[in-house]
Nanobody, 115 residues
């Protein structure tokens, strides 16, 4: 069964850090460029960070550049998103998928940044 499952979210104070995980199953995520998305209440889903399949090159939304880092562990079939210096505007449900999206959307993981 092809699926992705996100985890690692939680409640964190502004300036804090979290590491999200995206565990893929039923396919080899290493064959695909992978992307983290997020969706805040009342807003459309937006792209946050992308990592390419072959070169491992990365790309980030301007709003997270310098604070977030996407990486992958092909042996674990998992993609990560390290989030530092978190801001209240980073509050959202975070999802991962291939580029373009080819798997059913996972449950997402809630990130709440609040004091």
């Amino acid at each position: 069964q092809v699926q992705v499952v996100e985890s690692g979210g939680g409640l964190v104070q502004p300036g804090g850090s979290l590491r999200l995980s995206c565990a893929a199953s039923g396919f080899a995520s290493s064959w695909y460029s992978m992307r983290w998305f997020r969706q805040a209440p009342g807003k459309e889903r937006e792209s946050v960070a992308t990592i390419s399949a072959l070169s491992g090159s990365t790309n980030y939304a301007d709003s997270v550049k310098g604070r977030f880092t996407i990486s992958r562990d092909n042996a674990k079939n998992t993609v990560y998103l390290q989030m530092n210096s978190l801001k209240p505007e980073d509050t959202a449900v975070y999802y991962c998928n291939t580029v373009p999206p080819r798997t059913p959307w996972g449950p997402g993981t809630q990130v709440t940044v609040s004091s």
